[in-house]
């Protein structure tokens, strides 16, 4: 259908590289980074761990890896355990990596619903003395916690996580794919937020609008574990340097303007009215970064349904709106439905998102 307005805001990972990036790839100096002799990663490396308070940091080829070879790094002898939340990315949508590839067990605690883990169910959880039982070596968080809609830990809440960790002599890795919108939404320097984290896994190919990429970052040792870690799994890379150029860019133009993602979330979350159908339902309390979080609690509508009736335009919705306007969301579970705001999506975009669920959403009341 021509002169369609298409929303995508499935994931901020559908994100394009800008111009600016792309020039930067273009013209990127490199080397063989596998012999660390890439000036361009090796700037984006000294630039990221200095950002969140680190020694080094180490380019990976995705977070996915990045986490896997943390946890690895942390856990480097058989029989180990990480205490990791039963919501989070590591443990639900990395293919229990931890245990395939590291031979690393983990104990799901209970996700609360602002991404926090108690410190109680933690301590109740810790194991070491035990011969029955793995060893509890670690410690995972995640923030902002994805499948909790993009929230963000409390730094109250992260103080007594430092507390647990010194206690119980744990070390504690940070999954921080979007710890760039933490770091925006609570006014806070990265590396403030993550003082106390032992190990960090940030994502580029996210919120950061990069095409590839994230970095795992810790002390000068940690990271030449990883490095040696990320061989074996295959992610040593040569000419690296051409990826790590839109990192760059990224940090000094897209960094600047992540509050812009998290006011269009804003938008859509109040400017929807959802009063009429209890089938939908909305925390606005929950809305605190980059992505919207919609909950479908009866079998009345499935978040399948509602998602694919946002990618129809039917003739009277046409004539109605004035517009035909296709709003792509991710239905993230048999409950909830996802939008997540981007460097690619605009404010007219976000009053067209807007446009469309509110008249879906009435449709929905009148049927």
Same mark, same amino acid.
């Given at each position: 259908m021509e002169g369609v307005r298409v929303v995508d805001l499935r994931s901020d990972t559908i994100t394009k590289p800008t111009a600016e990036m792309r020039q930067a790839m273009k013209d990127a100096i490199v080397g063989d &980074?596998?012999? @660390? =002799?890439d000036p361009t990663v090796i700037e984006l490396q000294k630039m990221v761990a200095e950002m969140l308070g680190k020694e080094a940091a180490l380019f990976v080829p995705t977070g996915t890896m990045g986490n896997l070879a943390a946890v690895m790094a942390h856990c480097d002898s058989r029989g180990q355990e990480v205490l990791v939340g039963d919501q989070s990315h590591i443990f639900l949508n990395e293919q229990g990596g931890i245990a395939q590839f590291g031979g690393v067990h983990s104990w799901a605690v209970p996700t609360q619903r602002d991404g926090s883990l108690r410190i109680e169910d933690l301590e109740q959880r810790f194991r070491r003395n035990d011969f029955h039982c793995p060893k509890t070596s670690l410690v995972c968080l995640e923030n902002t916690h994805n499948f909790c @809609?993009? !929230?963000v830990l409390p730094l109250e809440y992260l103080d007594k996580v430092t507390l647990f960790k010194r206690s %119980?002599?744990? +070390?504690?890795?940070? $999954? @921080?794919?979007?710890i760039m919108n933490a770091s925006v939404a609570l006014n806070v320097k990265p590396s403030d937020l993550l003082r106390d984290c032992d190990t960090v896994n940030i994502c580029f190919s996210k919120g950061l609008a990069c095409p590839v990429g994230s970095l795992v970052a810790g002390t $000068?040792? *940690?990271?030449?574990r990883v490095r040696r870690i990320r061989k074996a799994l295959g992610g040593g890379m040569r000419q690296v340097g051409v990826l790590a150029a839109a990192g760059i860019v990224a940090l000094k133009t897209i960094v600047p303007r992540l509050h812009e993602d998290h006011e269009h979330a804003q938008i859509l979350a109040r400017g929807v009215d959802l009063k009429c159908n209890p089938s939908i339902l909305l925390d606005l309390d929950s809305v605190q970064t980059n992505m919207?979080? %919609? &909950? *479908?609690p009866t079998d009345a509508l499935q978040p399948s349904t509602f998602c694919k009736r946002l990618q129809e335009v !039917? +003739?009277? =919705?046409? =004539? &109605?709106? $004035? =517009?035909a306007i296709i709003v792509k969301m991710l239905p993230i579970t048999t409950t909830k439905a996802r939008a997540v705001f981007h460097n690619d999506v605009g404010r007219e975009d976000v009053q067209a998102a807007v446009k469309k669920i509110s008249y879906v959403v009435e449709q929905l009341c009148k049927n």
């Amino acid at each position: 259908m021509e002169g369609v307005r298409v929303v995508d805001l499935r994931s901020d990972t559908i994100t394009k590289p800008t111009a600016e990036m792309r020039q930067a790839m273009k013209d990127a100096i490199v080397g063989d &980074d596998v012999m @660390g =002799e890439d000036p361009t990663v090796i700037e984006l490396q000294k630039m990221v761990a200095e950002m969140l308070g680190k020694e080094a940091a180490l380019f990976v080829p995705t977070g996915t890896m990045g986490n896997l070879a943390a946890v690895m790094a942390h856990c480097d002898s058989r029989g180990q355990e990480v205490l990791v939340g039963d919501q989070s990315h590591i443990f639900l949508n990395e293919q229990g990596g931890i245990a395939q590839f590291g031979g690393v067990h983990s104990w799901a605690v209970p996700t609360q619903r602002d991404g926090s883990l108690r410190i109680e169910d933690l301590e109740q959880r810790f194991r070491r003395n035990d011969f029955h039982c793995p060893k509890t070596s670690l410690v995972c968080l995640e923030n902002t916690h994805n499948f909790c @809609g993009g !929230t963000v830990l409390p730094l109250e809440y992260l103080d007594k996580v430092t507390l647990f960790k010194r206690s %119980y002599n744990l +070390p504690l890795h940070m $999954d @921080g794919a979007r710890i760039m919108n933490a770091s925006v939404a609570l006014n806070v320097k990265p590396s403030d937020l993550l003082r106390d984290c032992d190990t960090v896994n940030i994502c580029f190919s996210k919120g950061l609008a990069c095409p590839v990429g994230s970095l795992v970052a810790g002390t $000068d040792a *940690f990271v030449a574990r990883v490095r040696r870690i990320r061989k074996a799994l295959g992610g040593g890379m040569r000419q690296v340097g051409v990826l790590a150029a839109a990192g760059i860019v990224a940090l000094k133009t897209i960094v600047p303007r992540l509050h812009e993602d998290h006011e269009h979330a804003q938008i859509l979350a109040r400017g929807v009215d959802l009063k009429c159908n209890p089938s939908i339902l909305l925390d606005l309390d929950s809305v605190q970064t980059n992505m919207v979080i %919609y &909950d *479908f609690p009866t079998d009345a509508l499935q978040p399948s349904t509602f998602c694919k009736r946002l990618q129809e335009v !039917t +003739p009277q =919705e046409l =004539e &109605d709106l $004035d =517009e035909a306007i296709i709003v792509k969301m991710l239905p993230i579970t048999t409950t909830k439905a996802r939008a997540v705001f981007h460097n690619d999506v605009g404010r007219e975009d976000v009053q067209a998102a807007v446009k469309k669920i509110s008249y879906v959403v009435e449709q929905l009341c009148k049927n």
